[in-house]
């Protein structure tokens, strides 16, 4: 199992999840994986190869 932080797009908290193994790279359903958030009780989609959420903007510096 890997670990995963990501900010609540809801609360802003930073959330610990952890992911089960990992799938294939070929597998259609590898992509993102859906995650019930311990800060908002939301579900959220979670891009397993990079941990960011579905739809999240690149950070600006």
């Given at each position: 199992?890997?670990?995963?932080?990501?900010?609540?797009p809801?609360?802003?908290?930073?959330?610990?999840?952890?992911?089960?193994?990992?799938?294939?790279?070929?597998?259609?359903?590898?992509?993102?994986?859906?995650?019930?958030?311990?800060a908002?009780?939301?579900?959220?989609?979670?891009?397993?190869?990079?941990?960011?959420?579905?739809?999240?903007?690149?950070?600006?510096?």
């Amino acid at each position: 199992m890997s670990h995963i932080i990501f900010k609540c797009p809801r609360t802003g908290m930073n959330v610990q999840h952890r992911l089960a193994d990992q799938v294939a790279p070929d597998d259609p359903q590898g992509g993102y994986e859906t995650v019930v958030c311990q800060a908002c009780s939301r579900l959220h989609f979670i891009n397993r190869s990079n941990g960011k959420l579905l739809g999240e903007q690149p950070q600006q510096r």
